[in-house]
Each structure stands twice: as C-alpha cells, then as structure tokens.
C-alpha cells in the first residue's frame, strides 16, 4: 500500500488539541467497552521477552525483532515483543482465570520491518485480550459470538463518542457480516485477497474475514498468520478450515476496507502439532511455550489484538495514523501529508 492522500481531506474535529482530547476518550470508552463484553482483567504486560522461549509472536514468520543483550544477565539475548499473543496464555495459566473470564492489556511493540503508509508505522499499540474457554467452545459458532461481543463495544464506543464529539457521526452498520476466506476467492477469483477485501467490505461495511494462515482451494493463503496461536486448520461446523479471522470496517476516508483486529480461537495441542508439521517448524515443539502446550499444562483460550491507534484512527475519521500516535515517518511522507491537510503528530 502507498501513501493515500484523500482529496479535500480536513480533521472534523477541528485541532490537534481536540484530536488528543477525542484519542483519550476513545481509549477509555472502549477498554471500558471491551472489557463489560468479555469479562477481562486488565494486567501489565511485558515490553521486552527472553529470545529463545518461543513466547514471542513470530507473525509472518518473517519480521524481525528488535534484540538487545541484557549486561545484568550475562548478556543474554531479549527481544522487544511483536505481539503478547503466547504470553497471554502463559499468564492466564499463572493467574488460574476460570473459563469465561479473560485479560486484556495495553500492548506496545515495535516492527521495524513495517512498510510506512497511512496505516503502518514501526510502533504498534493493541489491546492485547485473552480469554480461558472450555474444550467445547472451541467452535465457529463460539468465535462468531465473541466477535458479535467486540464489535458491540466498537458500536457502543461510536455513539457515545458522538455525545461529545457531534462531527463525529456514527456510520456503523447494526451486525457484522461473516464470510470464509474460500468463499471470498470462490466469489472473487479473478481478484488478489486484499481487492476482495475492499469488494466484500465495501459491500457491507463491517466484515469478520474466517480462516486466516491456511492454504485455499488454489494453493494460495489469503494472509499470513503463525503456526503456534490462532487455529486456522481445524475443520469447523460450516466444513472449511479455521476458527480465526479479522475485523475489517470500511474507511470512508480512505475508501478501503480497515482491519481493526486479528484474534481466534486458539490452538489445542493437536493443533499445534498439525500447525507445525504444516510449516515444517516441528522444532519449536521443544521451546518452552510450545512444552507448556503439548504437556496440557495451558488451558484453551480465545483472543487476539486490537489496534488501538487504528481504532482511534477509524472513528476520529483520520486518513493516517500518525495523526494518532507519535511515531518516526520519511521527510517526503511529513510534507506530502502537511500539503494534504493531514499533520502528524
């Protein structure tokens, strides 16, 4: 994704003091939100992991993190986290959490290997959220209801934001729509996964996307997601592969579909396995996270990020993200976005 500058682009909530006033709003409403819907614990969480305990998100498989020796501990390597995605699961086991109760955190990280546009910077913030489930929640019909849940507290947190911001008006739809990532190539074959985004999102304006990280019918994966936390080889009740996806909303500024989240249910052990073998990464089995796995010594969860500078960003109606967060940007891309009206902060 290049740079988008919209057209007659203007921050309808008419300074950069507002905008802070508005961002600060937004983050307490929602966690607020978020947290009445699924039962979660707000904890602190980590910045920086030991390197080597398979604890830190791999995403992609690809990004590389940020490594650093610690002098104290005999210079042994620590790596700032990309997401908490496995150390939310560690903690839950720790804390003893029943099922149907849940964490969430404020998750800061850094990713180098981001290319900067309108919606990537190489700092990220969530809402990193897990919550304890039991065995037999492991269903798309369980996933699809905790979706619902979310997308209420992104709902909720719109309109309340009109009562103090009026320029703000909500444009949500009342329900999100669910599709599997093979029935959007099956509708739109001719198109790349990201342009059958824009088509289905367009369509219905708020869309949760099922089965990211596994290959489709045409050899090819609709994006990428890592072997060892989302579940995205399981068979579920509608016969495709997957208890995950994404929250996608469409971005009237940008005219785009928006993704606000990644989540799922995750892994059981046989999962793992499967997961693993799949990506020819079966040595990971002796790391420490995937040990506590195997050994049935974690227990089944639900959960997943969401950004929280994108969130800010979708309902503040923003065209970059760095009108919300503090961040390193190009010299061309400063004075590209100043000339259009979009001042990063």
């Known amino acids: 994704m290049s740079l988008i500058l919209p057209p007659d682009y203007r921050n309808l909530l008419g300074s950069v003091e507002q905008t802070e006033k508005a961002i600060k709003s937004v983050k307490d409403m929602f966690q607020e939100n978020l947290s009445a819907q699924l039962a979660l614990l707000r904890v ?59 964490i969430y955190t404020d998750m800061n990280a850094l990713r180098p290997d981001e290319d900067l546009d309108n919606l990537h910077s190489i700092y990220v913030d969530q809402w990193d959220w897990e919550q304890v ?22 709902k909720v947190t719109e309109n309340k934001l009109y009562v103090e911001f009026p320029a703000i008006v909500p444009e949500l739809p009342e329900e999100i729509f669910f599709i599997h990532s093979e029935e959007l190539l099956r509708r739109y074959p001719d198109l790349s996964p990201k342009e059958r985004e824009n088509r289905i999102v367009q369509e219905h304006k708020a869309v949760f996307v099922i089965g990211i990280g596994g290959r489709l019918s045409d050899g090819s994966v609709h994006d990428g ?46 999962a793992l396995r499967r997961q693993l073998a799949l990506r020819g990464q079966q040595w990971k089995e002796d790391l420490y996270f995937h ?21 800010c960003m979708f309902l503040l109606r923003k065209a ?26």
């Open 44 to 102: 602190t969480a980590p910045m920086v992991v030991l390197s080597g305990t398979g604890i830190n998100d791999d995403l992609n498989g690809v990004e590389r993190p940020v490594r650093f020796p610690i002098r104290s501990m005999a210079e042994a390597p620590a790596e700032v986290v990309h997401s908490l995605a496995k150390w939310k699961r560690l903690k839950l086991a720790d804390l003893g959490i029943a099922p149907g109760r849940g």
């Open 133 to 154: 489930i039991r065995p037999e929640d492991r269903t798309l019909a369980f996933l699809k209801k905790t979706v619902r849940r979310i997308y209420e507290a992104i």
């Open 225 to 270: 997601r890592a072997a060892d936390y989302d579940d995205w080889s399981t068979e579920n009740e509608e016969g495709y592969q997957g208890l995950n996806g994404d929250i996608l909303l469409w971005n009237n500024v940008l005219q785009m579909a928006f993704e606000v989240s990644s989540m799922g249910i995750r892994v059981d052990a046989e």
């Open 291 to 311: 040990r506590r796995l195997l050994e049935g010594s974690l227990p089944y969860t639900i959960g997943g990020g969401i950004g929280q500078s994108r969130l």
């Open 320 to 345: 970059h993200i760095g009108e919300i967060q503090s961040a390193i940007w190009p010299d061309d891309m400063r004075v590209a976005c100043h000339q259009a009206g979009i001042e990063l902060v």
